[in-house]
């Protein structure tokens, strides 16, 4: 093979692959190990502005030896835009993920201190998070420009939260979640807002429309995620919003004890 393709000509070809494919053949032969090293195939897999992206980080990135080092350094969450997101790469595809803080969230009333609070969280990756003291209108808006995002990329995102010992009212009602790409609704549902339970599945786990309910479930770094919905950027139009919800306002119940750190959006993986 050595003497059939030079070795630019290799690292072209396994462009057209994803990071771990490209890892994984480097082990064929000599002249694919070294292609698979190269700064021309690692530019491939890093964002198309990843020089913007750097300029937005709150820690400058050192000094890097390769492409393929850096690649790997932004496969790790980063805080961006004065630390109100993280950004990082999804390792073995190169798409972009993100995580929105609750300061960059839209939360009803979440500037009254009577029914929200703004504290630091051990275990968060933000400055602060935000708890729910009380109230009964519990509504959370999230946009991100598709710009941001994948092109042709199914997304997940997720509500991260946690509970305060004291939480109440939380799961009286399903609280209801929608995504919208640009004007079109692309997805609606239900889930529950309530503690896992060692994987038992409860009584509130009820049947709403027809749909099971999502709750939420541990993460592994001291936080929970629920599920709210998935989209399609098909990266047409880089002027559109994504606009994700979380809403219970038709009961009249008082509900507290919510702690957010924010939402999460990365992309589909088959579980």
Same mark, same amino acid.
């Given at each position: @093979?050595?003497?059939?393709?030079? #070795? %630019?000509?290799?690292?072209?070809?396994?462009?057209?692959?994803?990071?771990?494919?490209?890892?994984?053949? *480097?082990?064929?032969?000599?002249?694919?190990?070294?292609?698979?090293? /190269?700064?021309?195939?690692?530019?491939?897999?890093?964002? &198309? %502005?990843?020089?913007? +992206?750097? *300029?937005?980080?709150? =820690?400058?990135?050192?000094?890097?030896?390769?492409?393929?080092?850096?690649?790997?350094?932004?496969?790790?969450?980063?805080?961006? %835009?004065?630390?109100?997101?993280?950004?990082?790469?999804?390792? *073995?595809?190169?798409?972009?993920?993100? @995580?929105?803080?609750?300061?960059?969230?839209?939360? /009803?009333?979440?500037?009254?201190?009577?029914?929200?609070?703004?504290?630091?969280?051990?275990?968060?990756?933000?400055?602060?998070?935000?708890?729910?003291?009380?109230?009964?209108?519990?509504? !959370?808006?999230?946009?991100?420009? /598709?710009? $941001?995002?994948?092109?042709?990329?199914?997304?997940?995102?997720?509500?991260?939260?946690?509970?305060?010992?004291?939480?109440?009212?939380? %799961?009286?009602?399903?609280?209801?979640?929608? !995504?919208?790409?640009?004007?079109? #609704?692309? @997805?609606?549902?239900?889930?529950?807002?309530?503690?896992?339970?060692?994987?038992?599945? #409860?009584? &509130?786990?009820?049947?709403? $429309?027809?749909?099971?309910?999502? +709750?939420?479930?541990?993460?592994?770094?001291?936080?929970?995620?629920?599920?709210?919905?998935?989209?399609?950027? =098909?990266?047409?139009? =880089?002027?559109?919003?994504?606009? $994700?919800?979380?809403?219970?306002?038709?009961? +009249?119940?008082?509900?507290?004890?919510?702690?957010?750190?924010?939402?999460?959006?990365?992309?589909?993986?088959?579980?």
């Amino acid at each position: @093979m050595d003497d059939l393709l030079p #070795q %630019d000509c290799v690292a072209r070809i396994l462009s057209f692959t994803s990071p771990r494919d490209a890892c994984r053949v *480097s082990l064929v032969c000599t002249l694919v190990g070294a292609a698979a090293k /190269t700064d021309d195939l690692w530019v491939k897999f890093l964002p &198309s %502005d990843y020089l913007e +992206v750097l *300029s937005r980080l709150v =820690d400058s990135p050192l000094d890097f030896k390769s492409k393929k080092e850096l690649y790997l350094w932004l496969c790790s969450p980063n805080p961006i %835009d004065n630390g109100n997101k993280m950004f990082w790469l999804d390792k *073995s595809t190169s798409k972009r993920c993100y @995580m929105l803080s609750a300061r960059e969230l839209s939360i /009803t009333w979440g500037n009254d201190h009577l029914y929200w609070s703004w504290k630091p969280f051990i275990q968060s990756r933000f400055a602060e998070v935000a708890e729910l003291i009380t109230t009964w209108w519990l509504e !959370i808006i999230a946009k991100i420009s /598709t710009r $941001m995002l994948s092109p042709k990329t199914t997304y997940t995102a997720h509500l991260i939260l946690n509970f305060a010992n004291r939480a109440y009212g939380l %799961d009286a009602l399903p609280s209801e979640v929608s !995504i919208e790409v640009g004007n079109r #609704q692309v @997805m609606r549902g239900t889930i529950l807002l309530r503690r896992p339970e060692d994987g038992k599945k #409860q009584p &509130s786990e009820r049947i709403f $429309m027809g749909e099971e309910e999502r +709750v939420p479930r541990e993460r592994g770094d001291g936080w929970l995620e629920i599920e709210l919905g998935e989209f399609f950027n =098909d990266g047409l139009d =880089d002027r559109e919003d994504v606009r $994700m919800s979380v809403k219970e306002v038709k009961g +009249v119940q008082l509900k507290g004890g919510l702690i957010v750190e924010g939402i999460e959006l990365r992309p589909w993986k088959e579980e």
